[in-house]
């Protein structure tokens, strides 16, 4: 039945949560989850129940040794290291989100309108080492200075995307001040700019230019504290 599946699920979560060791993190799993808080709290409550059986301190290794060193890629969208994390609509075209099309290629498209979950093209994390990564892709100029060269995501230039250090050309980063999301090439800053309503490009930075403002809807388990 579905009640049983929704169950065993909650199970597999619960268990999951106990292997993490800050409870933010585990109220922002819980909140990706579900919208539902009562579903939540019961799996939170499922969770120490199963702690009461177990104990997890026993474990030769934490949950950030799994989650970045057995995981390579890992890129875990409930980490602290992200300083912003939502869908991302532009200030010219303001029903027009950042989406990821098949040829890699960023692009705008109809925004969700809904609650983004990590395996969403629209959700877009910019880490606070100056990634932005869309699920285990980082955006990338692909060395392209062209006026209007498209905006693309690539494999990410470390194992850990969210801890190492990006590759110039992956140096993405968002200006809260000017609304801008910068392509922080050293030498030749760009800002990712509205072509149209479906095409992006990268131009040389312009304070007035609305094509090139961009604003946030912050994720709701972004916010969990």
């Known amino acids: 039945?579905?009640?049983f599946i929704v169950n065993l699920v909650a199970e597999s979560i619960a268990e999951l949560l106990n292997f993490i060791p800050k409870d933010r993190d585990k109220r922002a799993m819980l909140a990706k989850y579900t919208e539902l808080e009562e579903l939540r709290q019961t799996t939170l409550n499922m969770s120490k129940e199963v702690a009461a059986d177990f104990d997890y301190s026993s474990c030769p290794r934490d949950y950030d040794f799994y989650r970045y060193e057995v995981f390579?890629?890992?890129n875990s969208f409930e980490s602290d290291q992200y300083k912003l994390m939502?869908?991302?609509?532009?200030?010219?075209?303001p029903?027009?989100?950042?989406?990821?099309?098949?040829d890699?290629?960023?692009?705008?498209?109809?925004?969700?309108?809904r609650p983004l979950y990590t395996s969403d093209r629209h959700l877009i994390g910019f880490s606070k080492n100056g990634a932005a990564m869309s699920g285990?892709?980082?955006?990338?100029?692909?060395?392209?200075?062209?006026?209007?060269?498209?905006?693309?995501i690539f494999g990410c230039h470390t194992n850990h995307p969210v801890r190492g250090t990006p590759g110039t050309t992956q140096?993405?980063?968002f200006n809260e001040t000017e609304q801008w999301i910068v392509n922080a090439d050293p030498g030749k800053p760009r800002c990712v700019t509205a072509m149209s309503e479906s095409e992006l490009g990268l131009f040389p930075c312009e304070s007035g230019n609305v094509n090139q403002k961009w604003t946030i809807k912050l994720t709701p388990w972004f916010l969990v504290n």
């Open 1 to 3: 039945s579905l009640y």
């Open 72 to 74: 390579e890629n890992y």
């Open 86 to 93: 939502g869908e991302i609509s532009s200030l010219s075209y």
């Open 95 to 102: 029903e027009k989100c950042l989406d990821v099309v098949e």
């Open 104 to 113: 890699d290629r960023v692009i705008l498209y109809q925004c969700r309108g």
């Open 136 to 152: 285990l892709k980082c955006f990338d100029s692909a060395q392209n200075d062209d006026p209007g060269a498209p905006v693309k």
């Open 171 to 173: 140096r993405f980063d």
